[in-house]
């Protein structure tokens, strides 16, 4: 049994196109959407998956984004108000490097950083249409290095301290605790299924799919390197869920967003 519990840490918002939340289907308009990360409390550690963008990142090169972020909404707020600090997290996860999932990992210099083997590289040399998606680089000293954006990089972030465990395929984090791939939206992109003791799984899409709607009609966000890949993994999430018996949540649905638990709130 176990006593999995999982906190939502509310990292503020962002603005898109409705054209970029659904590929070619939209409406086109502006969406304000949540950015957040998950903290799964188990009883082999804490495993923080993503870390939220950073929002002097943003203002600089993505104003257009309109980035709204109290102080209890970047990573270290987010972890005051459970009465937490960065350095009583273990392992952090990435479930991809674009800046929205990345921004806060320069405060952990100390924990253990995996990713899918893929998104180093492909934060180091992106295809044109993906720059500005792996913008933020300052969790990596050697991606920032490659970039030349070290400018980015926290005093104190060296290789060595930002140095990721590549992994591949569907990966057991700890017991009940699982990363699962699906690529499409980035190549080395992670959803995350969590099983508890007292409730029902909760599978997290993450930006496989933004939102509810996403998943019902298949559609992905115009952010991707491989759409198709990118359905399959829809596909394959739909499945999972349905398997599992899982609820599903997702990474940038506002409306949904209203009725998870966040702050000192938590699942399990
Ligand atoms: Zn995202």
Redesign the pocket.
Known sequence: MTDTKVYLLDGGSLVLDGFHVYWNKGPGGEVRFPVYSILVEHKDGRFLIDTGYDYDHVQKVLPFEKPIQSKDQTIPGALKLLGLESKDIGVVVNSHF?F??VGGNKYFPHAKKICHKAEIQQAMTPEPFEILGYSDLSFSAAAAEARKASAQLLAGTTVANSTFEGIEGDVELAKGVKLIYTPGHAIGHYSLLVEFGNRKPILFTI?ASYTKKSLEILCQASFHIDPRAGVASMRRLKQLAADHEAELMY??DMVEYQTYQTGTKFYG
């Open positions: 674009h929205d999932h930006d990474s940038h």
